[in-house]
């Protein structure tokens, strides 16, 4: 069995993959050893990866090598794709880890993957070589970012609406945002398969399930696409 642990900007998602199924998951706060420890009791798990954007403590990687094959995602580690990104110590794993699960979903096929998560990132993969993409906040940082910045507006919550604008201050900011985001989504679509033709859209993260219903475009929703690219790097370098 695998161990996959991606620790993003906020929580960690830990899954244990039996194959290609997701025996277990779960989502923390925080990352300890007492709950690994419990998870190698509870489970025969062989092998672990990590993906981290926010670092890890020291203890954490010392208890993961003790007790299996343990690697610990970058950008060298032996991948099915080529990279064309010029900062490569930069780029978030992430973002490639999620290009992976799109490309292990369909190997043969040009796509692009939007995560919706603390940040909003379109990433591109054309004739079998990640290009590049784009970051912007995510939802919930635009309606912090507009309480924060401002004095008079409020802190608001997402809720699925259909209207195009609102007549007062709380849905003109939820309107504003929510819709913003679809029609960035809907834009940067339709540019890129001006550019590159036909493409398969992959859309994943915490917020995935709230735009899909939005967004006009055909698109494959899937909740751990992160989580599978990690499965899936592991296994190519068994």
């Given at each position: 069995m695998n161990l996959i642990i991606d620790k993003g900007n906020t929580r960690s998602k830990i899954a244990v993959f039996k194959g290609?199924?997701?025996v277990f998951i779960h989502k923390t706060d925080v990352l300890s050893c007492s709950f690994l420890e419990r998870l190698f009791r509870q489970y025969p798990?062989?092998?672990?990866?990590?993906?981290?954007?926010s670092g890890i403590q020291e203890s954490v990687l010392n208890f993961l090598h003790s007790q299996c094959?343990?690697?610990?995602?970058s950008v060298e580690i032996p991948m099915p794709i080529k990279l064309s990104y010029a900062t490569l110590k930069t780029l978030g794993s992430d973002r490639i880890a999620a290009v992976l699960g799109a490309y292990f979903f369909k190997p043969q096929e040009n796509f692009i993957v939007i995560d919706c998560g603390t940040c909003i990132t379109y990433e591109v993969f054309i004739g079998g070589c990640y290009?590049?993409?784009?970051?912007?906040?995510?939802?919930d940082m635009r309606f912090r970012a507009l309480n924060s910045y401002t004095v008079g507006l409020p802190i608001v919550k997402p809720q699925a609406n259909d209207e195009l604008f609102g007549n007062d201050t709380i849905?003109?900011?939820?309107?504003?945002?929510?819709?913003?985001?679809?029609?960035?989504?809907?834009?940067?679509?339709?540019?890129i398969k001006d550019q590159y033709g036909d493409l398969d859209v992959f859309l994943t993260g915490g917020d995935a399930l709230f735009f899909e219903k939005c967004l006009k475009s055909r698109i494959f929703a899937v909740?751990?696409?992160?989580?599978?690219?990690?499965?899936?790097?592991?296994?190519y370098n068994a």
């Open positions: 290609e199924e997701i798990i062989h092998n672990a990866i990590l993906s981290t954007v094959k343990f690697i610990n995602f290009l590049g993409g784009c970051i912007l906040p995510g939802m849905i003109s900011i939820r309107t504003g945002v929510q819709n913003g985001i679809v029609y960035e989504i809907e834009g940067f679509l339709s540019r909740e751990n696409l992160t989580l599978i690219g990690l499965n899936g790097l592991i296994e």
